[in-house]
């Protein structure tokens, strides 16, 4: 049987959020860095970037993660108020659990002794956090001194506060005549735990947009690769478009869920909520139905057209996909039935023999046309919290992404 192994990973960047900072932090002695994503932490070695891993067992979306000073531990924590301490190597045990806050943990530090934690963000907290209610807006990061005598906190209210590292209590303000215009997201301490440097936020720029009013929120948009036309699913029908211009809009009796159309521009496949799929011509900019095909048992959540266009593949939320020869449109693979929850996405190989199909599952599964859907190749926990993406780069290899935020490469071994 032939089988998929993982061959690269390709971590995601740092989640960003308008009016917050990014927090990465790093182990100098792996050379290792941390941060978060979602709800996944991402772990990436400088030396060898595509040597990532990621800790996912936070319920909630992660907000910051640090090493101990003795690398050994790692402190995580969410928007819900949760600090996890856990284990670096091995199984990842978890160590402890707290919930610190009844509100979002903007940041933490470990004591330079790795006996403590302070942590910051929103909610009331337990005694070690209550100093920080001296700021009247955000706090976004929070650091002790290399020498443990003292921790800082900035905050959006342009303020940067002092405070005793054992006691908690107040003991100082940064000088305010060269204050920051803006709201102050990040802050480090210089070696000798005597002066502290500050990152502020001044002002953002961001690029131009051309948007294209298709009447009503996008489910989904399929492009005709030889030709610049695209097919835009809304709830109520689609929307066809010539390169920016939309050039036909086309009300439908059922509700839609996804669309594909075929590589010439010729054809559109449009699914529905009810699991039917309906087959439709296209001539100019005019679409006239067909027929419909009937084997789904849920709500078709993915269709894609073969390379070669001589066949098209459909999937549902009923964990099932489907292959169908176009000319026909008789059934041409079917039973597969193998994952365990609903169907995300849908891809073909350039050779046309093979299809993968990623699922919330967290699996990726790989069908050969010539061969039954038992025997399928099954990548079993490809992403955590679900697979939603998957793409063939040749006959042999496979990108997937997924909630994890991650890009994973596998490569396909023949049988």
Request: charged share 25%; glycine share 10%.
């Amino acid at each position: 049987m032939a089988m998929a192994h993982l061959a690269e990973t390709y971590a995601c960047v740092p989640a960003t959020e308008r009016g917050r900072g990014i927090l990465i932090s790093g182990d100098p002695r792996s050379d290792t860095i941390a941060y978060c994503n979602g709800r996944s932490v991402i772990f990436r070695q400088l030396g060898a970037p595509l040597e990532a891993s990621i800790y996912g067992e936070h319920a909630y979306q992660a907000t910051v993660a640090r090493f101990s000073p003795n690398g050994e531990w790692v402190a995580t924590a969410d928007v819900s108020g949760v600090i996890r301490i856990w284990g670096r190597y091995g199984d990842r045990a978890l160590k402890n659990e707290f919930r610190v806050l009844s509100g979002r943990i903007d940041d933490l530090q470990w004591s330079p002794d790795g006996l403590r934690i302070v942590a910051c963000g929103d909610g009331k907290g337990k005694s070690f956090v209550r100093a920080f209610m001296e700021h009247s807006n955000f706090v976004n990061c929070v650091r002790f001194s290399p020498d443990g005598s003292k921790f800082i906190t900035v905050s959006s209210d342009k303020k940067g506060l002092i405070y005793d590292g054992k006691t908690g209590e107040k003991i100082g303000e940064l000088p305010m005549e060269d204050g920051h215009k803006g709201s102050i997201y990040a802050g480090s301490w210089s070696p000798d735990s005597k002066q502290v440097w500050r990152v502020p936020l001044n002002d953002d720029q961001c690029g131009d947009t051309e948007p294209i009013d298709v009447g009503s929120q996008p489910r989904g948009i399929a492009v005709a690769v030889q030709t610049e036309l695209a097919l835009v699913s809304i709830d109520s029908g689609v929307v066809m478009l010539q390169g920016l211009k939309v050039i036909s809009e086309t009300k439908l009796e059922y509700a839609v869920t996804t669309s594909a159309i075929s590589p010439d521009g010729t054809e559109a496949v449009v699914g529905a909520e009810d699991g039917k799929l309906h087959i439709y011509s296209i001539s100019g900019d005019t679409l006239t139905e067909e027929a419909v095909l009937e084997k789904h048992r849920g709500t078709i959540t993915a269709i894609c057209y073969s390379p070669d266009a001589s066949m098209f593949a459909s999937a549902d939320s009923n964990r099932e996909a489907v292959v169908w020869d176009r000319e026909s449109r008789e059934v041409k693979l079917k039973n597969m039935l193998y994952h365990t929850a609903r169907i995300n996405c849908l891809a073909w190989s350039p050779d046309n023999q093979l299809v993968a199909t990623g699922s919330l599952d967290t699996s990726v599964i790989v069908y050969e046309l010539d061969k039954p859907a038992s025997n399928r190749i099954t990548i079993k926990g490809a992403h955590l919290g679900g697979v939603y993406g998957v793409a063939f780069g040749d006959e042999n290899s496979l990108v997937s992404a997924g909630e994890d935020a991650c890009v994973r490469v596998w490569k396909i071994e023949p049988q």
